[in-house]
């Protein structure tokens, strides 16, 4: 891959990609670093993923997840919830929903991990379980008891009234 066909990839998976990390961590910095990290690494790696034809998406996908978890367990300690979040400056504001941010602010890494990678990232189970490293089972029931704390979120609730 030359630096031509790098800018391409770059610029089809730039914003996508911090938008999944934001989703991810919630913090806007954050999520510009590990994305910035993962095509890093796309960049490092770039020989033997075009050598062994690898679909380049799919690939920081896996690798940006991965880094959000890392990320997440050495601030586990720190981990906020339930708190409103910022909107970073790659997401339209007027197509936020605050309320449901929040009430993602409040799942588990993985619960979160498996939600946006489902609906968000509009992955099938085994396309989520693959990237989380996880059986389809284990992300059954990451969706299931995400979805009963959404459920359980007032202003989610109130909404559905």
């Given amino acids: ?4 066909e790098f800018d391409q990839v770059f610029e089809q998976q730039r914003v996508r990609l ?26 490092r790696d770039r020989e ?5 034809d690898v679909d380049l998406a799919a690939w920081l996908r896996r690798v940006a997840v991965n880094l959000c978890w890392d990320v997440s367990r050495r601030r586990s300690s720190k ?5 409103l979040v910022a909107v970073p400056s790659v997401v339209d504001q007027s197509q ?21 990678l489902r609906y968000w990232d509009d992955l099938d189970l085994a396309g989520c379980a693959e990237v989380m490293g996880v059986s389809v089972g284990s992300v059954k029931q ?3 008891r995400a979805h009963a704390a959404l ?6 609730a109130r909404e559905d009234r």
């Fill in 48 to 52: 033997r993923l075009e050598r062994d």
């Fill in 18 to 43: 911090v938008r999944l990390c934001w989703l991810l961590t919630l913090d806007h910095d954050l999520a510009t670093e590990v994305a910035q990290e993962s095509l890093a690494r796309l960049w």
């Fill in 1 to 4: 891959m030359g630096v031509i």
């Fill in 96 to 116: 936020v929903d605050v309320d449901l941010h929040k009430a993602i602010a409040g799942l588990s890494t993985r619960q979160r991990q498996a939600v946006v």
């Fill in 142 to 144: 990451h969706l299931a």
């Fill in 79 to 83: 981990r906020r919830r339930g708190h």
């Fill in 151 to 156: 459920a359980a979120t007032s202003e989610l």
